[in-house]
Nanobody, 125 residues
Framework: QVQLVESGGGLVQTGGSLRLSCAAS????????MGWFRQAPGKEREFVAA????????QNPDFLEGRFTISRDSAKNMVYLQMNFLKPEDTAVYYC??????????????????WGQGTQVTVSS
């Protein structure tokens, strides 16, 4: 059984930083693409960033402005999201997702096979 567990969320002031972690277990993710999505109340889930096994990554250019950085440690089955200069509009539940068989990153939620339960990020103004 595949499990993804996020951690690192919390309450932070505008301009602050958080580092989210996602621990994968149950199978090897060394080749599968992994991503971060977020969902704010009343809004659809939206793509944040994704990364391939070789380190190639993509980000959502619409709102990140280079503030977020995704990384992974395939040996440890971990993926991270470093978030800097946080804004109140970044408030959302952040989800980790994995593609179990595909190595190519994608922005489409339905392309991902496994999801974590999410971690809440709240940015106060």
């Amino acid at each position: 059984q595949v499990q993804l567990v996020e951690s690192g969320g919390g309450l932070v002031q505008t301009g602050g930083s958080l580092r989210l972690s996602c621990a994968a277990s149950g199978r090897t993710f060394s080749r599968g693409a992994m991503g971060w999505f977020r969902q704010a109340p009343g809004k659809e889930r939206e793509f944040v960033a994704a990364i391939q096994w070789n380190g190639y990554s993509i980000q959502n250019p619409d709102f990140l402005e280079g503030r977020f950085t995704i990384s992974r440690d395939s040996a440890k089955n971990m993926v991270y999201l470093q978030m800097n200069f946080l804004k109140p509009e970044d408030t959302a539940v952040y989800y980790c997702a994995a593609r179990l068989e595909r190595i190519v990153v994608t922005r489409i939620p339905t392309d991902y096979d496994a999801w974590g339960q999410g971690t809440q990020v709240t940015v106060s103004s």
